[in-house]
């Protein structure tokens, strides 16, 4: 089956502007995270959702982040008034909830580059 | 302040040899401890995890130990191949939370 999608691949911007990244979790998936790779660092932790709901939004970095799923499957990271800083790979990961396992499935990432 | 450290940026080891990978953490509240693989331009993927309960689990080549009272867990690769070279991220959840913190990853080359 297909796994998580995240789109676009690559994303180029100006600092200052508005941006949106979208991730397309594995079908049936209720469990969401969105994570932030910077380069010569691990993932980190940005937001979950479980179904519709932000359950645990703590590592947003600060109110320019801001991230929805409307529907529970489909969710988008925004971000505001973007500064260099900002730039990292983000990658989305889900995971089913009940499951056996505690792994979550990762997608490729959108690397963003605020110039 | 990193709660979960891999101490070793990189590794490097021949073919058919074993290789070990090392992690520490500080956090006493973690639960659950994963490794991940990760290709270039590649989302990071599952290898294998174990349980606060065990200290050891195996999957194949794959053997994973924990030592609680020394927080320290370490990944065995038996035998180590070619394919195997990849940036490897150790990674911990506490209990109740569903967030992963990971560590700066090791870049393992496993050399023909």
């Known amino acids: 089956g297909a796994g998580v999608s995240q789109t676009p691949s690559n994303k180029v911007t100006e600092k200052g502007k508005y941006v949106e990244l979208r991730c397309d979790p594995i079908?049936?998936?209720?469990?969401l995270y969105w994570y932030r790779q910077s380069l010569g660092q691990g993932p980190e932790f940005l937001i979950y959702?479980?179904?519709?709901?932000?359950?645990?939004d703590s590592g947003l970095p600060n109110d320019r982040f801001f991230a929805v799923r409307p529907e529970g499957s489909v969710s988008t990271l925004k971000i505001q008034r973007t500064e260099r800083g900002d730039s990292a790979v983000y990658l989305c990961?889900?995971?089913?909830?009940?499951?056996?396992?505690?792994?979550?499935?990762f997608g490729p990432g959108t690397r963003l580059t605020v110039l | 302040d990193q709660q979960v450290k891999q101490n070793s940026p990189s590794l490097s080891v021949q073919e058919g040899r074993i290789s070990i990978l090392n992690c520490d953490y500080t956090?006493?509240?973690?639960?659950?401890f994963l490794w991940y693989k990760k290709y270039p331009a590649e989302g990071p993927t599952f290898l294998i995890s174990?349980?606060?309960?065990?200290d050891k689990n195996e999957d194949g080549r794959f053997t994973v130990f924990l030592n609680k009272s020394a927080k320290h867990l370490s990944l065995h690769i038996v035998p180590s191949q070619p394919g195997d070279s990849a940036v490897y991220f150790c990674?911990?959840?506490?209990?109740?939370?569903?967030?992963?913190?990971f560590g700066k990853g090791t870049k393992l080359t496993v050399n023909p």
């Open positions: 079908s049936g998936h209720t469990a």
């Open positions: 174990i349980s606060s309960i065990k």
């Open positions: 956090n006493s509240m973690f639960d659950y």
């Open positions: 959702f479980q179904g519709t709901g932000a359950a645990d």
């Open positions: 990674a911990a959840r506490q209990g109740g939370s569903e967030k992963l913190v």
């Open positions: 990961a889900s995971r089913p909830t009940g499951g056996a396992g505690n792994e979550q499935f």
